[in-house]
T-cell receptor, first 111, second 119 residues
Framework: KQEVTQIPAALSVPEGENLVLNCSFT??????LQWFRQDPGKGLTSLLL?????REQTSGRLNASLDKSSGRSTLYIAASQPGDSATYLC??????????FGKGITLSVRP | DGGITQSPKYLFRKEGQNVTLSCEQN?????MYWYRQDPGQGLRLIYY???????QKGDIAEGYSVSREKKESFPLTVTSAQKNPTAFYLC??????????????????FGNGTRLTVT
């Protein structure tokens, strides 16, 4: 059974810090890895999608990488801001398997 | 702007009543999904639909029902058989057909959710 793990469950950092959020998966037969942001009481907003043939994707201060051999994706947030405070979820799109979400990392950026 | 609309945002019901959550999309997406989100448990798939008049059970379909009479609409009914219905419900759509397809290149899009409270 595919497992997607995001550790730690919560993270608090001071404003301006560069940070890395991790997403680990057990199945190497991956098609895509997608990162979402969720604000309290809201739906999920897609941040980045990395296809299996890619190693990374960038959008503004966000950079997501994918290492299939180690079963890991990382979301890098540069120069964090209080507005980055949210829960970040990763989604594993696997071959012949269902989509599997991680449980998310709740990020708090302190002013 | 294209998107997914879920209504209402908050819903309150008495135990034993059926309740229907609305999900409408104008993205012309083939596939639509319903997820349930509980604190500490992540998102769990309830039902999904690849095409009109067809839908499949997800991991936690018991106590729920859906219909897909139109491409744009995928309502979810929470029946009285659902033992613990209080939760945050999220609807999503994708331009690809299928939750288990092997050719993904487009992301999931989500609505803003409906918070259901049953007392």
């Amino acid at each position: 059974k595919q497992e997607v793990t995001q550790i730690p469950a919560a993270l608090s950092v001071p404003e301006g810090e560069n940070l890395v959020l991790n997403c680990s998966f057990t199945d190497s037969a991956i098609y895509n890895l997608q990162w979402f942001r969720q604000d309290p009481g809201k739906g999920l907003t897609s941040l980045l999608l990395i296809q299996s043939s890619q190693r990374e994707q960038t959008s503004g201060r966000l950079n997501a990488s994918l290492d299939k051999s180690s079963g890991r994706s990382t979301l890098y947030i540069a120069a964090s801001q209080p507005g980055d405070s949210a829960t970040y979820l990763c989604l594993f799109w696997g071959a012949n398997s269902k989509l599997t979400f991680g449980k998310g990392i709740t990020l708090s950026v302190r002013p | 702007d294209g998107g997914i609309t879920q209504s209402p945002k908050y819903l309150f019901r008495k135990e034993g009543q059926n309740v229907t959550l609305s999900c409408e999309q104008n993205l012309n997406h083939d596939a639509m999904y319903w997820y349930r989100q509980d604190p500490g448990q992540g998102l769990r798939l309830i039902y999904y639909s690849q095409i009109v008049n067809d839908f499949q059970k997800g991991d936690i379909a018991e106590g729920y029902s859906v219909s897909r009479e139109k491409k744009e609409s995928f309502p979810l009914t929470v029946t009285s058989a659902q033992k613990n219905p209080t939760a945050f419900y999220l609807c999503a759509s994708s331009p690809l057909g299928g939750h288990r397809t092997s050719s993904y290149n487009s992301p999931l899009h989500f609505g803003n959710g409906t918070r259901l409270t049953v007392t």
